[in-house]
Structures are given as C-alpha cells and as structure tokens.
C-alpha cells in the first residue's frame, strides 16, 4: 500500500486547521450574536470565544465585512448542499420553488447560522454600514436563483403565464426576508402556520389551476 509524501500530508494538516480555525471563528461569531447582539461581535471577543489570539482572527477575515462575508458563503454551501440532497434539480420548477421556501422556514427555525446571518443583516441595515452590501449581494443571487425557477415552472407550464418572474421573484424574497425579522422579533411566532400562508399565497398566484370540468376548478399543480 502506497504511502502519502510527509510533504502532502502537512499541506492536508495545514488546510485541516485553517477550516477548523475558520469553522471555530464563525461558530463563536453566531454564539456572541445569539447572546449578546450584534455589537458584542469584535474580533476581540470572537478570537477569544474561539480560543485564538486577535490577530489571527484579522489575519483570517481582514475585517467585520470578511466574516461576514465567510458566513455567507457557508451559509450559501449548505443551502446549495441541503438543496441537492433534495433532488431539486429533477423537480418541476413550481414544485422547486416550493421546496425552496419550505427549507427557508425550516432552516430558519433550526438553525442558529441562518437566525445569526438575518440578525447580523438587521444590523448592518440599522447602522447604514457599508457591510450591507454583502447582504444586498447575496440577496440579488437568490432573486436571480427564484426567477429562474419561475421561468422554468413557465416553461413547464405549472406556472401561469402572465406572472413577471422579476417581479415575482423579488415579491417571493421579501417574504422570505419579512419572515425571517418576524421571527428575530418575535422568537414566538408559529412560524409552521407562516411557511404554509406562504405557500398558499404561492399556490394561488403563481400556479396554473386546472379544471375537472367546465366550471369546477381543480387543485393548483
């Protein structure tokens, strides 16, 4: 059995710990933010929650907008790995759109990453930071990623039409956004009752109804 080169196996051992040491960062950064807010994440005591010097935290992120930055695409790799492992790709494009919304909500109300990145997005937002443009950045890709579920559900003919998938799709995002400050608002929302209103407020403006009969209108597809 062939060996692995001592000179590859300490290039594996360096990336090992620079994705822990990068893993043990934003892990802290959501602990701070759960607990204390979002003006308690410095890189002083996000290093020392983590169990690292200062510096290697700036060295790591360059800055607040870094991390943040590394939060999103990690956030972004597991919505992309959750959305696979679902098969979204061989669905129709309504039905795709309808698992995208549902993973939001459940997501949203399971995991401490994405309830940190919308309570992070809230204050970049109230502070007019300059930080907001990454938000704004990752929003306009899931705009341009609902759309183009839209365009398909059009093509495939589950989707009416006359519906502006632009327009469409920014309406969706909102909602979606507009849930998820509820729930950072009020931890005490029913937030099963708000997934299924928003899915029912898809199904009637967005989905082609069909007919049994003359007259007698079907369940949307």
């Known amino acids: 059995m062939s060996q692995v080169p001592?000179?590859?196996?300490?290039?594996?051992?360096?990336?090992d710990r620079r994705d822990e040491s990068e893993r043990r960062l934003l892990d802290?950064?959501?602990?701070?933010v759960?607990?204390?807010?979002?003006?308690?994440?410095?890189?002083e005591n996000i290093a020392q929650r983590a169990g690292y010097s200062r510096g290697l935290a700036f060295l790591k992120f360059g800055s607040k907008e870094g991390l943040i930055r590394a939060l999103i695409r990690r956030l972004q790799e597991s919505r992309v790995e959750a959305l696979r492992a679902l098969d979204i790709g061989h669905m129709s494009g309504l039905d795709a759109l309808n698992t995208y919304i549902r993973l939001h909500f459940d997501e949203l109300a399971a995991t401490r990453d994405t309830r940190a990145y919308f309570t992070l997005a809230a204050g970049a937002v109230a502070d007019l930071s300059t930080i907001r443009h990454a938000f704004s950045e990752t929003h306009e890709q899931?705009?341009?990623?609902?759309?183009q579920l839209i365009v398909r559900g059009q093509t495939e003919g589950c989707i009416r039409d006359d519906v502006d998938p632009t327009g469409a799709a920014l309406a969706i995002g909102s909602l979606l956004l507009g849930a998820s400050m509820q729930h950072i608002t009020d931890p005490g929302t029913n937030m099963e009752q708000l997934k299924m209103s928003a899915l029912a407020l898809i199904a009637s403006g967005l989905a082609i109804r069909r007919t049994s009969s003359p007259g007698v209108g079907g369940p949307p597809i």
């Open 142 to 147: 899931s705009r341009i990623f609902l759309e």
């Open 6 to 15: 001592s000179s590859e196996r300490q290039k594996r051992s360096q990336a």
């Open 34 to 43: 759960a607990e204390e807010g979002v003006g308690a994440t410095t890189f």
């Open 28 to 32: 802290a950064m959501i602990e701070i």
